[in-house]
């Protein structure tokens, strides 16, 4: 083997070394590139059904109100509610319909924790039919409990306190 063999024989090493290195480089980017896609749906997935939960539940205030504040008899109570229960649902079926949406994004421990929502979104206005104003009361802050609890594990899945731990230190 003489030096013009060797060279190019080095030569050949070092382009399958760098096409390899290159292949090895490929996957790793399209793996991130799939990772930064499913970050970005699961954020807009969350970010939607939060605000529309957080809204929802806002909305649901004005029916807890109504419940407790209510003059009349049960007859004109149940004309009110038929009136009024259609706006309601409306909200809590605008729920349902972006969980079934997003639902493909969202692991299975949120997804159930999303799912006793839009149940108990879907129950509370129900329950407003009865005009019992404890029950009312104690639905309504168990949709805060229900919300806060989901918004805590979205902060874990999306690891947004290092995300912003990240990005602090980068600014600074």
């Not at 480089?25 to 970005?40: A, E, G, I």
């Not at 909305?59 to 407790?68: C, H, P, R, S, T």
């Not at 009024?84 to 493909?104: D, N, P, Q, R, V």
């Not at 005009?131 to 989901?150: A, C, G, H, M, V």
Request: proline share 1%; charged share 20%.
């Amino acid at each position: 083997m003489n030096t013009t063999d060797s060279i190019a024989f080095f030569a050949l090493l070092v382009a399958t070394l760098a096409l390899i290195f290159s292949f090895f480089v490929y996957l790793k980017d399209r793996r991130r590139n799939n990772q930064d896609q499913l970050f970005q749906e699961k954020f807009s997935s969350y970010k939607e059904l939060l605000n529309l939960a957080k809204t929802t539940y806002s909305k649901f205030f004005d029916l807890v109100d109504l419940v407790q504040f209510f003059q009349g008899n049960q007859y004109q109570w149940e004309k009110k509610y038929s009136k009024i229960s259609g706006y309601y649902y409306e909200l809590a079926y605008t729920f349902s319909y972006a969980l079934s949406k997003t639902s493909f994004f969202i692991p299975s421990d949120i997804l159930n924790k999303f799912t006793e929502l839009e149940a108990a979104l879907i129950h509370f206005v129900t329950v407003a039919s009865h005009q019992n104003s404890e029950i009312s009361i104690t639905s309504y802050e168990k949709l805060q409990e229900q919300i806060e609890t989901i918004e805590s594990l979205i902060r874990k899945d999306l690891n947004i306190e290092n995300l912003s731990l990240g990005l602090h230190k980068r600014l600074m």
